[in-house]
Each structure stands twice: as structure tokens, then as C-alpha cells.
Antibody, heavy 115, light 109 residues
Framework: EVQLVESGGGLVQPGGSLRLSCAAS????????MTWVRQAPGKGLEWVAN????????NFVDSVKGRFTISRDNAKSLMYLQMNSLRDEDTAVYYC????????WGQGTLVTVSS | QAVVTQEPSLTVSPGGTVTLTCGSS?????????AHWLQQKTGHAPKTLIY???NKHSWTPARFSGSLLGGKAALTLSGAQPEDEADYYC?????????FGGGTKLSVL
């Protein structure tokens, strides 16, 4: 059974940092691009970032460039999203997505940025 | 970054056919945009139905199909069922980065 389990969400003040983790199992993690997608409360989906199989290439939405970094540990089937200088508008459920055709989605972890 | 446009809402009768479209601010949508279509029901994580324009996952009902139509990506639902009522999002690829459309709320009435 394929599982993507996000963790690390929570309440953080503006300007603070959080690191999200995504634990993958049940599919070939190391041979797939992995992606983070977020959804603000009551809003649509927003693609945030992705990372290539070997971790040497990554892409980000303009609004998080310079603040967020993405990484992965293929030996442990883990992906990370380091979020710095957080803003109110980063408040969202963050989903981990993977495999060909963005087949697999986690259940999401809620990040709330508020003072 | 590019803007991806979708119809905000559509309604289809049970058993009917409806086409949702996905346009790009940069011009015609092509196979290079690797269009994906996702379904999201209230309170649930999204589910990807279509990838790379017209490919289906094993869980995608046969009544859903993806294509390119008139310079846009299209998702056609033939024989709508009540359980198809949901939000549908398209996703397009632009040189390594992806952009979602704003979503279409599909009602089956």
C-alpha cells in the first residue's frame, strides 16, 4: 500500500520557520520527482515546489523563492520542505505528492502563520 | 508566472456530458504542458484523474477523458454520476515549474 505521510505542521509566528517532512512508502521513492502543493483555507490548490530524483534540481513558485528550500533523503524515503521567513499568506494545508502523473497524495499537514 | 484559467463553475445533469477546459495565458496549451486533472471532494485530499493530457490512472473511472481542444486542455465527463460533484483542478507544466488553474466547481443536478 502506498503511503505519503506529512508531518511538522503547526502554529508559527510571522517571520518564523518550520520544517515539513514527508515519509513515503509503497512505491519507488528514489526514482520519482516529488512535489509539495498547498491549499489555503477555502482556496484553491497552489503548486509550491518540486525536486528531482537525485535532489540536484528543484523548482519553486515565485512567492516562496529565497524563503523555502526542498530536499530529500532517498535512503530513508523522506522529503523535506524548510520554510523560513514565514508570512500570513503561507497559512495552508501542505500536501506531499509523488510518483508518475502525481499519482499519490498525502493527507496534508496544516501550517498556520499567525501572531 | 503564467496564469491558468478554468471555468469557475459548471452544471451537468445526471447521465449527461460536460467538458471542462484549461487555458494558458502564454498561448495554446500543448502536449508539452503535460496537463493534469485533479478531483477534490470537500474535506478530502485531491486525487489525480488524468496526467500528461490524456493518460488515466488505474482508479480513474472510464467516463473521464482528457484531451487538447481548441488550444486548451480539456476534461470530458460522459455519463455524469452524482458522486462526480466536486472541484476539478487542472495543472500545467512550464519549464520545470507547475501552475494550477483556479478550479471548476462541478455540480451534478
Amino acid at each position: 500500500e502506498v503511503q505519503l505521510v506529512e508531518s511538522g505542521g503547526g502554529l508559527v509566528q510571522p517571520g518564523g520557520s518550520l520544517r515539513l517532512s514527508c515519509a513515503a512508502s509503497g512505491f519507488s521513492f528514489s526514482t520519482n520527482w516529488m512535489t509539495w502543493v498547498r491549499q489555503a483555507p477555502g482556496k484553491g490548490l497552489e503548486w509550491v515546489a518540486n525536486i528531482k530524483q537525485d535532489g540536484r534540481e528543484a523548482n519553486f513558485v515565485d512567492s516562496v523563492k529565497g524563503r523555502f528550500t526542498i530536499s530529500r533523503d532517498n535512503a530513508k524515503s523522506l522529503m523535506y520542505l524548510q520554510m523560513n521567513s514565514l508570512r500570513d499568506e503561507d497559512t495552508a494545508v501542505y500536501y506531499c505528492v509523488g510518483a508518475t502523473g502525481m499519482a499519490y497524495w498525502g493527507q496534508g499537514t496544516l501550517v498556520t502563520v499567525s501572531s | 508566472q503564467a496564469v491558468v484559467t478554468q471555468e469557475p463553475s459548471l452544471t451537468v445533469s445526471p447521465g449527461g456530458t460536460v467538458t471542462l477546459t484549461c487555458g494558458s495565458s502564454t498561448g495554446a496549451v500543448t502536449s508539452g504542458h503535460s496537463a493534469h486533472w485533479l478531483q477534490q471532494k470537500t474535506g478530502h485530499a485531491p486525487k489525480t484523474l488524468i496526467y500528461d493530457t490524456g493518460n488515466k490512472h488505474s482508479w480513474t473511472p472510464a467516463r473521464f477523458s482528457g484531451s487538447l481542444l481548441g488550444g486548451k486542455a480539456a476534461l470530458t465527463l460522459s455519463g455524469a454520476q452524482p458522486e462526480d460533484e466536486a472541484d476539478y483542478y487542472c495543472l500545467l507544466l512550464y519549464s520545470g515549474a507547475w501552475v494550477f488553474g483556479g478550479g471548476t466547481k462541478l455540480s451534478v443536478l
